[in-house]
């Protein structure tokens, strides 16, 4: 698996939106990238994958790069709640057994009242 | 409701005794997983298992044992020859290994003394 880049922390003002950025320069063709965050003390959760193309859902927005060697994560309206430790992960879907979710470090949202 | 459960959230042992983290999912998923957290650290995988009864070592199961037995259930076992088994444990499940998104537990805190 590709490996990311994430800074280790940003601020976020609460209401304004929050851009998240993850490089991976070195992504394979045929590798998604995927967001999970961590609120403290509970289990990573999933918000969003995409490929190539542009995605959105009912959590954030995914904008990734034409040549994919960086995405953004982007919340539209943070809030309080929103603080937690955010992963950008690349991975192939198939791959079987080998195929593993590999975390690293993540970014620390601090989202400000 | 559907849903991936791990407990209990808190446990503590002594130096030398092994102890087993229980997880159980209702959602019918063929794959779970076991990671360990270290304060401050991103997610290691510690086993994985694809189908009942089969199970692989991830990145660090030195000290470590599992069960499949039951599609439901994927017990992790913590033994003596961990040798720093005071950690954070989250277990995962998915539809399959190479499922892109992963179901989280809240996860289990041992403290061992």
């Known amino acids: 698996d590709a490996k990311t880049t994430q800074p280790p922390s940003m601020d976020c003002a609460e209401g304004r939106a929050a851009n998240l950025p993850c490089n991976h320069s070195?992504?394979?063709?045929?590798?998604?990238v995927y967001w999970y965050r961590q609120i403290h003390s509970q289990g990573p959760q999933y918000i969003i994958h995409?490929?190539?193309n542009n995605e959105t859902n009912e959590m954030a927005s995914l904008i990734i790069t034409e040549d994919r060697k960086s995405s953004t994560l982007i919340l539209p309206h943070a809030t309080l709640r929103d603080t937690a430790v955010y992963y950008c992960?690349?991975?192939?879907?198939?791959?079987?057994?080998?195929?593993?979710?590999?975390f690293g470090t993540g970014t620390l949202l601090a989202v400000q009242p | 409701d559907g849903g991936i459960t791990q407990s209990p959230k808190y446990l503590f042992r002594k130096e030398g005794q092994n102890v087993t983290l229980s997880c159980e999912q209702n959602l019918n998923h063929d794959a779970m997983y076991w990671y360990r957290q270290d304060p401050g650290q991103g997610l290691r995988l510690i086993y994985y298992?694809?189908?009942?009864?089969?199970?692989q070592k991830g990145d660090i199961a030195e000290g470590y044992s599992v069960s499949r037995e039951k599609k439901e259930s994927f017990p992790l076992t913590v033994t003596s020859a961990q040798k720093n088994p005071t950690a954070f444990y989250l277990c995962?499940?998915?539809?399959?290994?190479?499922?892109?998104?992963?179901?989280f537990g809240q996860g289990t805190r041992l403290t061992v003394v």
């Open positions: 992960i690349v991975r192939a879907p198939e791959g079987g057994a080998t195929n593993k979710l590999i």
């Open positions: 995409g490929l190539k």
């Open positions: 298992s694809q189908i009942v009864n089969d199970f």
């Open positions: 995962a499940s998915s539809i399959y290994v190479s499922s892109t998104e992963a179901f």
């Open positions: 070195t992504i394979s063709g045929n590798e998604y």
